[in-house]
């Protein structure tokens, strides 16, 4: 196990900044995410820490020790790649066992890890075939295999569960998961999914354009997103965000959209300009008795829920409740926010700081 600590690395290639000054810790025995669309640093950031690139600048610490310059042969880790990189022309248990052989490991010893691991995975009865006839959750298998039987201080996942279907990709992410539990290794894992990196991880970072928007437990990051961005990727439906042009002042707990007046956490910092309300859909609830309205125009049957969408003044809403809500295409109807699970964030698309969430974000 390891505690690995990322000190304002940073990637450039050429004119290109890929990764810009993150800094984040990872503690031993965590299942960590790297979250982010395409593009946005998470990849580079892992082969940093990897040894596969090495920063322009910045510190890499694993259990204390600065490895930023390490080759990754020095560093102790195992990397476990999207498309598998098995050795096509070797059976299962020698593509497992390969890493121990190379490093002179007795025989005899190999078979008692080899047959270990594949006790663990469940591949037992597959160790003789060769790879090229399994399946993709059989060779993904093989993969993790390769990289536990050589007991690294921690693992390091690029998108292991991307070339799998739907189905395996399912049983997969919660396969990992239940074998990171058992294990107690340090896991980071890179994806695209937010609901992959929601289900697995412990913390999750989320990156944009090569830069850290938010760092925290899965559960803080929905309820409490540190930016627009953040409030727009995760989430399914996203974060409603409502735009409008106001002033919010410290102690302020009001706001007002189209005259009428929102109730709000209480704010410790404030902005005035062009502001945007935030709330999640399941935090909207269909009230017509609520000043603020809205007119129904699409709902979704999701079967225990529905998904209603509706114009306001202020742009789009989306609200999620019970699949028996009575609701009608054409009809207008008010809206009623949650006032503890609404977040403000300013011009610039950080989040105002409120009593509600301060110490979320603050600390992750």
Known sequence: MAQIVIKNIRKEFGAFTAVQSSSFTIE???????LGPSGCGKTTTLRMIAGLELPTSGEIYINGEEVSQKPASQRDIAFVFQMFALYPHMNVRRNISYPLISQGMP??????KVAEVAQILGITDILDKPVGGLSGGDRQRVALGRAIV???ACFLMDEPLGAL????RERMAGELRAL???MGATTVYVTHDQLEAMQMGDKIVVMNHGVVEQFGRPQQIYDWPATTFVARFIGSPAMNLLAFDGMVGNGSDTVTLSGTQIAVPEMLSGADGSLTLGVRPEHVHLDDAAEFRGRIVASEYLGTTQIITLDSAHGQIKARTGSQTPVRIGDTTGLRFDRRSITLFAANGHALISTANQKVLNHG
Not at 28 to 34: S, W
């Open 165 to 168: 279907d739907a189905e395996f």
């Open 150 to 152: 050589r007991d690294p």
């Open 107 to 112: 025989r005899d010893q190999v078979r008692a």
């Open 180 to 182: 990171h539990d058992r």
């Open 28 to 34: 031993d025995g965590e299942f960590f995410m790297l």
